[in-house]
């Protein structure tokens, strides 16, 4: 069987093989010389027109290459004749041109052997172009609700006139003409579309002929797989009434609501047709909820080693355990973290212990409140021969709500206290100062509006946040301030390939009440990979000079930033980025001044790896009347917005 399936597929390579190589060899000795896989050493195209695309651009949609050493190293498997490299080759170079309106084109591909060891192959490709097709009208025909029309229209307008025709195009307009009809009660909607391609000039219309079909009710859902969580938990988040239209939205909705809730692993929700063929009425569908849920108790331990701010070694331990069906559908999860100075000190240098309570349905609605307490005991540390010991605590609470798809609303406080024992008031307040403890009690909201069509590496949409925060005044604590910041991000492509990203981001931070000013912690900085490039981190905005000389970042209240980026694939997963970057952070309005800003350009090269884009980009500072020339290197992960 094996023998006879290769006889065929290399039955269909002979028609493809040149003529004098046919007449030379047997037809054994083609299927051992295909067999040998040889080497691919040339490959010609004949037949296209260079101002449409050049050889070079149909090589590009080849999975064969020509061999050379680098390929060689690699071991890739494109530099010899494979199986399917017949198939591959041409499936490329006609969707290149189906995709450009060229709805006749044909495509043949040969194998030759070059003499006189037959080692190596050519590969010539001839091409017959046919002609370019654009859009004219775009009509419909069929049977289908009145008030839907406008919107399947709206769909159809894709399509503007003088457009190349791309019938694959087409194929994704009737996909989403179809999601609209399901999405408003006709999942049995059947939609076609067909093209004159006869007339001349080759302009023509596309007919979409859509029909309908019935409009359709849900059934009831009957849920399988219950057994640690109650039945309302899983009942609540099912968007699916009985009688309601049938819109497929629904049902994703409805995964996506249990799948968010942390309480599943795997869940599958269908109609019952398969189950129960003879029972299904395909006008009111049941459907049959299969769930298989995690289980309600867990125990997570992690560790790991960090340099602390003094050089020590820390060792830190946590252990947690957590019940995800406590008092019903709440989640409570108790953690205990110790962390340990080792080889220079073997001692325990600070532990907390922290109870966390997590409400799905907040007053009745999909708005999850998180609450947690923590508690940091703190350990006996000598200070000139006297020992003390810093305790602190902890409240905070935080709730979100989903508007749609894309937008975020997220609110909380938190509510510290710290207290330490074993020292005078005096050596409190210097300890405080050179450990930099401060207690902050904050009430903070955050919008983020994001319709980006991908996480790591967009191409259309924007990214919005909005931030504010009102740190002490009625809440008491060390500090008084205000914080807000707003950043926004576009994206989208203006050359095939390349994807232009702008964001501009406005900071300000003020203190008031009996704060003379904010905390150099929580002011803004700026300079380095993910803001100014050019600039080393926190190099940019105001400066002061220490004893020794040295420029040491002073932090802004206020940040201006615009950035500027062009990305575009290279080969494979590396990728290529064109950047201006502008901006800079100022102490007051009094100082922002065209003159003060600082500007940067550069490239940079990216490789897309599972975890982000790993970025290395060289910059160069744009000499100005404060900024001298100088230029970096920057290495991080993900894009900088």
Not at 493 to 513: H, Q, Y
Request: a neutral charge; charged letters at 25%; hydrophobic letters at 35%.
């Amino acid at each position: 069987m094996v023998r006879l399936f290769k006889l065929l597929i290399f039955a269909q390579l002979l028609f493809f093989v040149g003529p004098a190589y046919s007449q030379d060899k047997t037809e054994r000795d083609l299927i051992r010389w295909l067999n040998s896989k040889p080497s691919i050493k040339k490959i010609i195209v004949e037949g296209n027109d260079e101002e449409i695309f050049s050889d070079k651009k149909i090589r590009s949609q080849m999975f064969s290459r020509e061999n050379n050493l680098l390929r060689a190293i690699r071991g890739d498997r494109s530099r010899k004749l494979q199986r399917e490299s017949l198939w591959r080759d041409t499936s490329g170079i006609k969707y290149l041109y189906l995709s450009q309106g060229f709805l006749g084109v044909q495509v043949e591909e040969k194998f030759e052997p070059i003499l006189p060891d037959s080692s190596t192959a050519k590969i010539i490709v001839n091409i017959t172009e046919g002609r370019q097709f654009v859009c004219d009208e775009v009509t419909f025909a069929g049977d289908y609700p009145e008030e839907l029309s406008a919107e399947l229209e709206k769909v159809g307008e894709k399509f503007r006139k003088s457009d190349v025709l791309n019938p694959f195009k087409a194929r994704e307009v009737v996909l989403e003409m179809k999601a609209l009809l399901a999405n408003n009660g006709y999942p049995y909607a059947s939609i076609n579309y067909s093209l004159d391609t006869l007339t001349a000039p080759p302009q023509t219309d596309i007919l979409f002929t859509v029909i309908s079909d019935s409009l359709v009710h849900f059934g009831p859902v009957h849920v399988n797989g219950i057994r640690e969580f109650q039945e309302a938990v899983v009942n609540r988040e099912i968007t699916i009434n009985s009688g309601d239209v049938y819109r497929r939205k629904e049902i994703i909705n409805t995964q996506q609501r249990l799948l968010e809730s942390g309480n599943y692993l795997t869940l599958s929700l269908n109609p019952d047709d398969k189950v129960n063929p003879a029972a299904f009425d395909r006008l009111n569908p049941k459907f049959i909820l299969n769930l298989k849920e995690k289980k309600p108790h867990y125990i997570s331990l992690k560790t790991g080693a960090a340099q602390d701010s003094l050089k020590d070694l820390t060792w830190t331990l946590a252990a947690s355990w957590g019940k995800r069906n406590f008092l019903g559908s709440r989640r409570l999860e108790l953690t205990a973290s110790s962390a340990f100075i080792v080889v220079t000190d073997w001692r325990l240098k600070e532990h907390f212990y922290r109870a966390r309570l997590t409400e799905p349905w907040f007053l009745g609605i999909r708005m999850p409140l998180t609450l947690s307490a923590q508690l940091s005991p703190g350990v006996r540390t000598p200070i000139e021969d006297q020992d003390y010991r810093k305790q602190s605590w902890s409240l905070t609470a935080s709730t979100y709500r989903k508007i749609g798809s894309k937008l975020v609303i997220q609110t909380g406080f938190e509510y510290e206290e710290v207290n330490i024992y074993g020292l005078s008031e005096e050596q409190q307040i210097i300890l405080k100062r050179e450990e930099g403890i401060r207690v902050q009690r904050k009430v903070f909201a955050d919008i983020t509006r994001d319709s980006r069509n991908n996480l790591f590496v967009p191409s259309t949409g924007s990214f919005t946040t909005l931030h504010g925060e009102y740190v002490g005044g009625i809440l008491n604590g060390d500090d008084s301030f205000l914080n807000f910041q707003t950043s926004w991000s576009r994206y989208q492509v203006v050359w095939p390939g390349w994807i232009m990203a702008t964001r501009f981001k406005l900071g300000v931070v003020r203190e008031f009440g009996k704060s003379e000013s904010v905390p150099i912690d929580d002011r803004l900085y700026l300079g380095g990979a993910n803001s100014i490039r050019g600039f080393s981190e926190k190099g940019l905005g105001p400066q002061v000079i220490d004893e020794d000389g040295n420029s040491i970042p002073e932090g802004s209240n206020i940040l201006l930033i615009g950035n500027l980026e062009f990305r575009y694939p290279i080969l494979g997963k590396f990728w290529g980025s064109l950047f201006l970057d502008g901006g800079n952070g100022f102490r007051n309005q009094e100082e922002i001044d065209w003159d003060l800003m600082a500007f940067s350009y550069g490239t940079g090269v990216q490789f897309l790896s599972p975890a982000g884009p790993i970025r290395l980009d060289y910059a160069r500072r744009i000499k100005t009347k404060y900024y001298s020339f100088d230029e970096r290197f920057h290495l991080t992960i993900l894009y900088a917005f």
